[in-house]
């Protein structure tokens, strides 16, 4: 069963949503109008979005960490680089794995310091 979509609640989200067009290429797209807040709700290829709600008062839990709640993302690997590239421009805190793995990885906090974790594959899983 595919995950449909996942909300983050974001102090700034004209900041939040540039922030993952730029580094993802994500597009936004329509979204329902009996929504009372801010929001903007993003396209993710494979048919999943990214909701964004704008909550001013908003804070990260201090638990986002590798161990922690994290999103886990992945990209082919080849653009695992490409994608690093892109966060540094954004202005993303890169965070050192604290455990090594088979693959190539990276995390990073965004700009509601959510940590986010993107995952390198090779097509096999």
């Not at 964004?52 to 990209?75: C, I, M, W």
């Not at 455990?99 to 974790?117: A, K, M, N, Q, W």
Request: charged share 25%.
């Amino acid at each position: 069963m595919p995950i449909h979509h996942f909300t983050l609640a974001t102090r700034d989200l004209e900041t939040s949503s540039r922030f993952y067009q730029a580094v993802f290429d994500w597009k936004i797209v329509e979204r329902p109008g009996n929504i009372p807040i801010g929001g903007v709700w993003l396209s993710i290829p494979g048919g999943q979005q990214l909701h964004l709600t704008e909550v001013p008062d908003f804070h990260a839990s201090r638990f986002e960490d590798e161990f922690g709640r994290h999103v886990a993302l992945s990209v082919p690997d080849a653009e695992l680089d490409q994608v690093r590239a892109k966060l540094i421009e954004q202005g993303a805190d890169i965070i050192p794995p604290k455990r090594g793995t088979s693959h190539r990885r990276l995390f990073f906090r965004d700009p509601d310091r959510y940590v986010i974790e993107v995952i390198g594959t090779t097509g096999d899983g």
